[in-house]
């Protein structure tokens, strides 16, 4: 099962910034919060990852609350093709590594 | 040039009938996936290939068979197909490297059952 909770839908405007938000309460000391997303159709493509710190890509931003337990996934100026559904994932890293995908947040860009 | 290709892309098939997918990366990784996309859109992982072994076999129907001919295959045969055998299945290779860790998916095969 998913470790994580994150809305079913989000709505932006394009232009804007898309901040989605990602519960993960019951993270351990070892576990990375992945990011990936999967527009209509295609395979789902990596985002960006972090531990704990903050991170910055050329294609989003994540901050992590302190205390670990959410996380925030930020497009900075969300454009129509990053319509599309983006999947929060914890996991460790390790020989055994593998996604296990929630239900994830169907974001919609409205032009 | 696709980093990991998978053919056919579409393939429709009577139930009972056997079918392979094959999954290619050009990537150089060592790790290979074989996830299942159901109608519901949920993604499960079924097989996991590092190095040709076998490390992950998820809760699976052993009509499922994956096989690695060498690192950068690795394909899906499924026998005696069955109607809830469709959905999209995305053949994923995984780059480790330093602080790097993600999958690669490729575009995905719909399998329909008729």
């Known amino acids: 099962d998913a470790k994580t909770t994150q809305p079913p839908s989000m709505d932006c405007a394009e232009g804007r910034a898309a901040n989605l938000p990602c519960n993960h309460s019951t993270i351990s000391g070892n576990e990375y919060v992945y990011w990936y997303r999967q527009i209509h159709s295609q395979g789902p493509q990596y985002i960006i990852h972090?531990?704990?710190n903050n991170e910055t890509n050329e294609m989003a931003s994540l901050i992590i609350t302190e205390d670990r337990k959410s996380s925030t996934l930020i497009l900075p100026h969300a454009t129509l093709r990053d319509t599309a559904v983006y999947y929060c994932i914890v996991q460790s890293r390790g020989s055994n590594y593998k996604l296990t995908f929630g239900k994830g947040t169907l974001l919609t860009v409205n032009p | 040039d696709t980093a990991v290709s998978q053919t056919p892309k579409y393939l429709v098939t009577q139930m009972g009938n056997d079918k392979s997918i094959k999954c290619e990366q050009n990537l150089g990784h060592d790790t290979m996936y074989w996830y299942k996309q159901d109608s519901k859109k949920f993604l499960k992982i079924m097989f996991s290939y590092n190095n040709k072994e076998l490390i992950i076999n998820e809760t699976v129907p052993n009509r499922f068979s994956p096989k690695s001919p060498d690192k950068a295959h690795l394909n899906l045969h499924i026998n005696s197909l069955e109607l809830g055998d469709s959905a999209v299945y995305f053949c994923?290779?995984?780059?480790?490297?330093?602080?790097?860790?993600?999958?690669?998916f490729g575009p995905g095969t719909r399998l329909t059952v008729l």
């Open positions: 972090g531990l704990k």
């Open positions: 994923a290779s995984r780059a480790t490297s330093g602080i790097t860790d993600t999958q690669y």
